[in-house]
């Protein structure tokens, strides 16, 4: 069946707030709990219950939960990097680590010593997560890297695109990163941060 994906941004000090053995239920809660509404922005899901607002759930586009995509799209720029200037690399490296690899060790010329380890803050299955602070450094990266993007299609087209898997071309690997940045747009905004359970 494969691995699915719930991306959420969530209030940071809420879960916080609660005491440490209620945490992993509060996050589990709001990613499967039947208590929300979609939004009339695409993507987004926003709870329903009272005093459930700080969380909110999103599903990339087309991609029906699955972690697939986050898996082909790590594959996708793992041959494309090569490609790509070395500041534009190192900084799409950083800006799409925790979208598809879980922290920069995953790439063969990266120093795993140099690499902070990464480990969960709360006792929840998590395939990638993001604090408050690091949702902000990610949003700067975005604005720089954004527009040094389409320089990357040539390349792709001829390096990169494949028939198998998900993110067969340019444009869906764009549109996949716009995606993230929508997720951390709208985590950067409220000050919160961001967590994909595993489901």
């Known amino acids: 069946m494969g691995v699915?994906?719930?991306v959420?941004?969530?209030?940071?000090?809420?879960?916080?707030?609660?005491p440490p053995d209620e945490r992993a239920d509060l996050l589990e809660e709001a990613a499967f709990g039947e208590?929300?509404?979609?939004?009339?922005?695409?993507?987004w899901t926003w709870p329903t219950r009272p005093a459930a607002d700080w969380y909110a759930s999103y599903?990339?586009?087309?991609t029906l939960g699955s972690y697939k995509p986050h898996f082909w799209a790590g594959e996708?720029?793992?041959r494309l990097r090569d490609f790509a200037d070395q500041r534009l690399r190192g900084m799409l490296d950083r800006f799409a680590s925790v979208l598809f690899w879980h922290g920069l060790e995953y790439m063969e010329d990266i120093d795993a010593e140099q690499?902070?380890?990464?480990s969960s803050p709360w006792p929840a299955s998590t395939l990638?997560?993001?604090s408050p602070i690091e949702t902000a450094e990610l949003k700067l990266l975005w604005e720089c890297?954004?527009?040094q993007l389409e320089a990357l299609r040539q390349p792709f087209d001829r390096h990169v695109a494949r028939p198998e898997g998900w993110i067969n071309d340019f444009d869906s690997f764009v549109t996949f990163l716009e995606g993230w940045n929508e997720v951390v747009t709208a985590a950067h905004a409220r000050g919160w941060g961001i967590v994909g359970l595993r489901c």
Do not use: K, Q
């Not at 959420?8 to 609660?18: N, Q």
């Not at 208590?35 to 993507?43: H, V, W």
């Not at 599903?59 to 087309?62: G, I, K, L, P, T």
């Open 4 to 6: 699915s994906i719930e």
């Open 8 to 18: 959420l941004i969530v209030d940071w000090s809420h879960i916080e707030a609660a």
């Open 35 to 43: 208590a929300t509404r979609p939004n009339a922005d695409e993507g």
């Open 59 to 62: 599903e990339f586009s087309r």
């Open 76 to 78: 996708r720029w793992e």
């Open 115 to 118: 690499v902070p380890e990464r």
């Open 128 to 130: 990638m997560w993001s």
């Open 145 to 147: 890297v954004s527009p």
